[in-house]
Nanobody, 115 residues
Framework: QVRLVESGGGFVQAGGSLKLSCVAS????????MAWYRQTPGEQRELVAT??????TNYADSAEGRFTISRDNAVTWYLQMNSLKPEDTAVYFC??????????WGQGTQVTVSS
């Protein structure tokens, strides 16, 4: 089992920046991939960015060039969000996928970008 806790969400004006953090606990040695998703009311959860245990990253088109996913180690990863837009407003979730392809989710953190 892996437990995830996000932090760093908040309220920011358009053009501003926020950095989200996700801390894992439990069976962290089994984590292969770490990711950030976001969700707005009435919409499906969408992928924002992923990072593998080897450091390979992948971004959604909406995040490319503005957001950066990184990690300190196998238990902490981040999403640096720059040049934020009102359409980035969402609840952001971190996800870990283990070696058995099991997914674990955090509780989410709200990001609100005002115009």
């Amino acid at each position: 089992q892996v437990r995830l806790v996000e932090s760093g969400g908040g309220f920011v004006q358009a053009g501003g920046s926020l950095k989200l953090s996700c801390v894992a606990s439990g069976s962290t040695r089994t984590i292969n991939t770490m990711a950030w998703y976001r969700q707005t009311p009435g919409e499906q959860r969408e992928l924002v960015a992923t990072i593998s245990r080897h450091g390979r990253t992948n971004y959604a088109d909406s995040a490319e060039g503005r957001f950066t996913i990184s990690r300190d180690n196998a238990v902490t990863w981040y999403l640096q969000m720059n040049s934020l837009k009102p359409e980035d407003t969402a609840v952001y979730f971190c996800k870990a996928t283990d070696s058995g392809d099991r997914d674990y989710w955090g509780q989410g953190t709200q990001v609100t970008v005002s115009s």
